[in-house]
């Protein structure tokens, strides 16, 4: 197999070994760099790289798309199911902080009030008589 005698990132020449694992990578150093792009790649953010839609050409695809993925034809019911998905966002992140892993609670209790007080800050649940 071609891909066994070349480095995985590199191309250069791969000896194998006899016995054991196989090596994917010529030195610890192109493991690495595979291993950082492939983490670039993964927190990459694509909406970073994805071309900016005319207006009017991601409006049609919301409504063709959009009962698809979820989103209500309606602007204002789609503004209230994703306000109820910011809270359960901070519902779930509150448990994570509560019963997720010692190292990483602390992460969670963080984004939870953050996004509760940013919540609490711009959509007050006040009784307002019309």
């Known amino acids: 197999m071609a891909l066994l005698?070349?480095?995985?990132?590199?191309?250069d020449k791969l000896t194998q070994?006899?016995?054991?694992?196989?090596?994917?990578?010529?030195?610890?150093?192109?493991?690495?760099?595979?291993?950082?792009?492939?983490?670039?790649?993964?927190w990459a953010?694509?909406?970073?790289?994805?071309p900016l839609l005319d207006e009017e050409i991601e409006e049609a695809l919301m409504a063709a798309l959009g009962p698809q993925l979820g989103q209500p034809g309606d602007p204002d019911e789609a503004?209230?199911?994703?306000?109820v998905d910011a809270h359960v966002l901070v519902a779930s992140c509150e448990r994570c902080a509560t019963y997720g892993r010692r190292e990483l609670r602390w992460r969670f209790a963080a984004v939870a009030s953050g996004l509760a007080a940013l919540l609490r800050l711009h959509f007050r649940y006040e009784d307002k008589e019309p």
């Open 45 to 50: 953010d694509p909406r970073m790289t994805a």
């Open 17 to 42: 070994p006899a016995r054991g694992r196989k090596r994917f990578y010529c030195s610890s150093r192109c493991r690495r760099a595979a291993w950082r792009e492939r983490q670039a790649h993964v």
């Open 5 to 11: 005698n070349k480095c995985a990132r590199c191309g």
């Open 79 to 83: 503004m209230v199911k994703a306000l």
